[in-house]
């Protein structure tokens, strides 16, 4: 976590918030107030993330200052867990109030931590979502103008070679019938590449994990095919590379650097030259900047507006320079993030698992027995949470090996389905168990399991499991069912 997120700490009892402010203080800017005016006036002051709220403050109490945050437009998403030795009987009441969690006193820190950790999570993943919708309506706004304006000037064309067919004609040049079959192509040209693109009803992009060099030597070698009919040369520049893995849209990008290609090769006369290049620039720890580029006689045209939307729904820009020899240069600078090889034998101690369940006894059990074969292991309780924690892995390049669910849970088996769309087989390995094993075996593997483990599971037989999972391939995994 980075440590920009800011806490504040409502109690009266200087201990506690001392206590709070060890066990955050690695992760968090803590802030600290004793009661409850105090709260409101630093939420008034400074942008909070999250409050740890204690329902008995002097001056003002924590009831009063839940209800006054969740009526101020300002304050009403901040995330607040109810701190109180108050019973079940108040819970409900808080929760219609708008509180996201409790926790009771006396409290256990690791249990505090992971509440915090699963309530900022999911803030945090909603957030992104709506940022990613927003950004989105910008892009189909922008492209849908284009895209009229574009259709617009078409049709007054036809229009206009309608009016010189029928002697209605109003201008002096001559538009003939080649213009009118060259603009109604050009429309339907423009209408399909905006539906091949799926532009305008895009939804979330796509994390894949690929390599460049697939992407390159699948491009260029359709290029040249191409280009060796036109008797054009072309040119491919390998830059700087950071990592072999990528993970992003791939989809996308091929759609953004096809398109860029084309336009340099159909504007090309026998005898030309066009150029594409590409590199990596390292940004972050996780993350890198991709940049591509497209050289030739490249003509503006009305279908940069769709480049440049797909650029833009990558969060990506472009850029267009004349050279010297009145050539275009476009340059594309795309960001992705540093992925993992999927598909190779992985260590045994570096299988990050996700553990779902939302019994609380087999969840602690089995999270007892993943922790003490050392293996990193993530806990939730619901498909929800666990979907974020995907996903959130899966665009930072760390994505989960492993993800244990209980078959019997609520929404298990669409959950299961669900997943199984989004993080294909060889990219996440889906274990269940069970102790009816011949009953549901077929139904589970249907679904989308990859290992299917007989109950009950011990440590020992966990830890054969886990051994002989090492040394297959994650793309092998889905030919059959464990037992254990």
Same mark, same amino acid.
């Given at each position: 976590?980075?440590?920009?997120?800011?806490?504040?700490?409502?109690?009266?009892?200087?201990?506690?918030?001392?206590? $709070?402010r060890?066990?955050?203080?690695?992760? +968090?800017e803590?802030l600290?107030a004793?009661?409850?005016?105090?709260?409101?006036?630093?939420l008034?002051?400074?942008?909070?993330?999250?409050?740890?709220?204690?329902?008995?403050?002097?001056?003002k109490?924590?009831?009063?200052?839940?209800?006054?945050?969740?009526?101020?437009?300002?304050?009403?998403?901040?995330?607040?867990?109810?701190?109180t030795?108050?019973?079940?009987?108040?819970?409900?009441?808080?929760?219609?109030?708008?509180?996201?969690?409790?926790?009771?006193?006396?409290?256990?820190?690791?249990?505090?931590?992971?509440?915090?950790?699963?309530?900022?999570?999911?803030?945090?993943?909603?957030?992104?979502?709506?940022?990613?919708?927003?950004?989105?309506?910008?892009v189909?706004?922008?492209?849908?103008?284009?895209?009229?304006?574009?259709?617009?000037?078409?049709?007054?064309?036809?229009?206009?070679? +309608?009016?010189?067919?029928?002697?209605?004609?109003?201008?002096?040049?001559s538009?003939?019938?080649?213009d009118?079959?060259?603009?109604?192509?050009?429309?339907?040209?423009l209408?399909?590449?905006?539906?091949?693109?799926?532009?305008?009803?895009?939804?979330?992009s796509? /994390?894949?994990t $690929?390599q460049?060099?697939?992407?390159?030597?699948?491009?260029?070698?359709?290029?040249?095919?191409?280009?060796?009919?036109?008797?054009?040369?072309?040119?491919?520049?390998?830059?700087?590379?950071?990592?072999?893995?990528?993970?992003?849209?791939?989809?996308?990008?091929?759609?953004?650097?096809?398109?860029?290609?084309?336009?340099?090769?159909?504007?090309a006369?026998?005898? /030309?030259?066009?150029?594409?290049?590409?590199?990596?620039?390292?940004?972050?720890?996780?993350?890198?900047?991709?940049?591509?580029?497209?050289?030739?006689?490249?003509?503006?045209?009305?279908?940069?507006?769709?480049?440049?939307?797909?650029?833009?729904?990558?969060?990506?820009?472009?850029?267009?320079?004349?050279?010297?020899?009145?050539?275009?240069?476009?340059?594309?600078?795309?960001?992705?993030?540093?992925?993992?090889?999927?598909?190779?034998?992985?260590?045994?101690?570096?299988?990050?698992?996700?553990?779902?369940?939302?019994?609380?006894?087999?969840?602690?059990?089995?999270?007892?027995?993943?922790?003490?074969l050392?293996?990193?292991?993530?806990?939730?309780?619901?498909?929800?949470?666990?979907?974020?924690y995907?996903?959130r892995?899966?665009?930072?390049?760390?994505?989960?090996d492993?993800?244990?669910?209980?078959? +019997?849970?609520?929404?298990?088996?669409?959950?299961?389905?669900s997943?199984?769309?989004?993080?294909?087989?060889?990219s996440?390995?889906?274990?269940?168990?069970?102790?009816?094993?011949?009953?549901?075996?077929c139904q589970?593997?249907?679904?989308?399991?990859?290992?299917?483990?007989?109950?009950?599971?011990?440590?020992?037989?966990? +830890?054969?499991?886990?051994?002989?999972? /090492?040394?297959?391939?994650s793309?092998?995994?889905?030919?059959?069912?464990?037992?254990?």
């Amino acid at each position: 976590m980075q440590k920009n997120r800011v806490m504040l700490v409502a109690d009266d009892i200087d201990v506690n918030r001392a206590s $709070f402010r060890a066990m955050f203080e690695e992760e +968090y800017e803590v802030l600290e107030a004793g009661n409850g005016n105090e709260t409101l006036k630093i939420l008034e002051e400074r942008k909070v993330d999250i409050v740890i709220l204690d329902m008995c403050m002097p001056v003002k109490s924590g009831k009063q200052v839940l209800k006054q945050m969740k009526a101020d437009p300002k304050l009403l998403d901040i995330p607040v867990i109810v701190k109180t030795v108050i019973g079940e009987e108040r819970e409900l009441e808080m929760l219609e109030m708008g509180a996201d969690d409790f926790i009771f006193s006396p409290c256990e820190p690791e249990v505090v931590k992971k509440r915090v950790f699963n309530i900022m999570t999911r803030y945090e993943t909603l957030a992104e979502r709506l940022e990613s919708q927003r950004h989105l309506s910008t892009v189909r706004e922008h492209l849908l103008f284009q895209v009229a304006r574009t259709v617009r000037t078409d049709v007054a064309v036809i229009e206009e070679c +309608y009016r010189e067919m029928t002697g209605q004609r109003t201008e002096n040049k001559s538009v003939g019938l080649e213009d009118m079959y060259r603009h109604l192509e050009h429309i339907r040209e423009l209408t399909d590449s905006v539906l091949d693109g799926q532009i305008v009803g895009a939804g979330e992009s796509v /994390c894949d994990t $690929f390599q460049i060099s697939d992407v390159v030597a699948e491009l260029t070698s359709e290029c040249r095919t191409i280009c060796t009919e036109m008797g054009i040369e072309v040119t491919v520049q390998e830059g700087e590379i950071f990592c072999e893995y990528l993970v992003g849209d791939v989809r996308r990008l091929k759609q953004i650097w096809a398109r860029l290609l084309k336009k340099a090769y159909i504007n090309a006369r026998p005898g /030309c030259r066009i150029f594409t290049g590409y590199r990596e620039v390292r940004t972050g720890e996780d993350e890198l900047e991709l940049e591509l580029a497209v050289q030739g006689s490249i003509d503006g045209g009305e279908d940069y507006p769709l480049i440049k939307s797909l650029v833009e729904l990558l969060h990506g820009t472009m850029c267009v320079e004349v050279q010297e020899d009145a050539q275009i240069l476009c340059r594309v600078f795309l960001p992705f993030g540093i992925g993992k090889a999927i598909g190779q034998p992985k260590s045994f101690a570096g299988l990050k698992t996700l553990l779902l369940d939302d019994n609380e006894l087999s969840r602690d059990y089995h999270a007892a027995v993943l922790a003490r074969l050392g293996l990193p292991v993530d806990v939730v309780q619901n498909g929800a949470d666990a979907v974020a924690y995907l996903r959130r892995a899966a665009s930072k390049g760390n994505a989960y090996d492993l993800c244990f669910v209980n078959w +019997y849970m609520q929404g298990g088996e669409p959950f299961i389905r669900s997943v199984r769309e989004n993080f294909p087989k060889g990219s996440l390995t889906i274990c269940c168990s069970t102790n009816e094993k011949e009953l549901v075996e077929c139904q589970m593997l249907a679904a989308g399991v990859d290992c299917v483990v007989e109950r009950p599971i011990y440590q020992e037989g966990m +830890y054969r499991f886990l051994t002989e999972l /090492c040394r297959q391939e994650s793309g092998k995994n889905g030919t059959g069912s464990e037992k254990i």
